[in-house]
């Protein structure tokens, strides 16, 4: 499996299909992903290990491993992790197209 590395740590595909894409994702300590929504696909992650901070449609929760979010299809998300560790989770996409063209962002720390 290919690593595919970003400005807040990396990712790996698990798994693609014609109708769902799981991914492995990696946050290093103190980065955060970008707020952002999806026109044409939902989420569900399951955070494996770490400590982290959510925000799902401005609701900020704290997460640890075993924690899971459904983040339904245009709702506005975001994971930061905010240990010393890496926060590792699980990515499941449901949906029609999984290209990273469909990220919408609303917010981002990298300036993209």
């Not at 770490?50 to 401005?58: A, F, I």
């Not at 900020?60 to 459904?70: L, T």
């Not at 506005?76 to 996409?93: G, M, P, T, W, Y």
Request: aromatic fraction near 10%; charge should be negative; proline fraction near 1%.
């Amino acid at each position: 499996m290919k690593l595919i590395y970003r400005p807040w740590g990396h990712y790996q595909v698990i798994s693609l299909d014609t109708d769902n894409q799981v991914k492995k994702i990696t946050v290093d300590s103190g980065k955060r992903l970008s707020y952002q929504t999806h026109e044409k696909r939902s989420e569900y992650w399951v955070i494996v290990k770490g400590t982290g901070n959510v925000t799902l449609d401005g609701i900020n929760a704290m997460c640890v491993g075993g924690d899971a979010f459904i983040i339904e299809q245009g709702m506005a998300h975001r994971i930061e992790n905010i240990s010393e560790d890496e926060l590792v989770f699980i990515e499941v996409q449901l949906g029609i197209y999984f290209g990273e063209d469909d990220i919408v962002r609303i917010e981002d720390d990298f300036g993209r």
